[in-house]
């Protein structure tokens, strides 16, 4: 998969000292404003209106609240029922729609998904040596949601965030192989329009892709970047491949028998993680 130092998103790089992560999420670092923009950040703010010791709002108080004329809070509330993201009570209040609450409960599933693979991606770091990704799918790209990082002098180094294409990787591959048929040969036609090599192999490439499945992992070797090699298996769940889990390192200090043992590793630890989701509900 991706590799170790030409690429801002792979790279080696020399250990650091441990971050404790915390139990709770921190705050966010207030972002940077972005012009042009005053309108839509008023309506944003419309949403903050509501508390749970305040649920309905009336559109005067919205006004004061966000500070704009009373005609305009109306505009905004009307934009926000238009979405589907309030709704009245017919008593001339507002309140957070059910669909709100959906958003939270997607928000809280994100969250929860990366505190039951962590602890587990840093047990595979540490049997592995190497570091460790967990990626997911979206849309045409394969990006990494978490990382447990390799304390050796020499390592891939990840950055959360990171993006790429879904046929060259171990992760990505896995993902891409996984996909339904149409799904997926609708993404190679686009991919091939732009990836020469792609066009040259299709046969192989797809009887890649079906061994993937078969034997439930995927490998790879310089695929992104150069000297990494990588392996990935799948985690579940229900019945819904959730995401790719892989072990990437420098491949000159992988043997044969190394990686052999890194991709039961991986399996395992992938399996692990799907029983976990299963544990709650997920």
Known sequence: MPSRKTTPKARATAPRAATPRPKALL??????RIRGTA???KVLQVLTSFTPDRPIVTVDAIAKSVKVPLSTAYRYIALLREVGLVTDDGHGG???SPRMVELARASR???????VALPVMEKLRDASGETVILVRRVGDAAICIERAESVQRVRLSFE????????????PKLLLAYMADRERDEYLARARKIDPDLR??????????ATIVRQGWSESSEEITP?????AAPVAEGTRLAAALSVAGPAFRLTERQRTRII????RAADEISQKLAAIGR
């Open 27 to 32: 705050p966010l670092a207030p972002a940077k």
């Open 39 to 41: 309108s839509s950040r």
């Open 94 to 96: 507002y309140h957070l």
């Open 109 to 115: 599933a994100a969250f929860s998904f990366i505190d």
């Open 160 to 171: 959360v965030g990171a993006s790429f294409p879904l046929h060259r990787g171990a992760s």
């Open 200 to 209: 040259r192999r299709p046969g192989p490439f797809a009887e890649e892709l």
């Open 227 to 231: 000297d990494i090699w990588a392996a």
């Open 264 to 267: 039961s590793l991986t399996r």
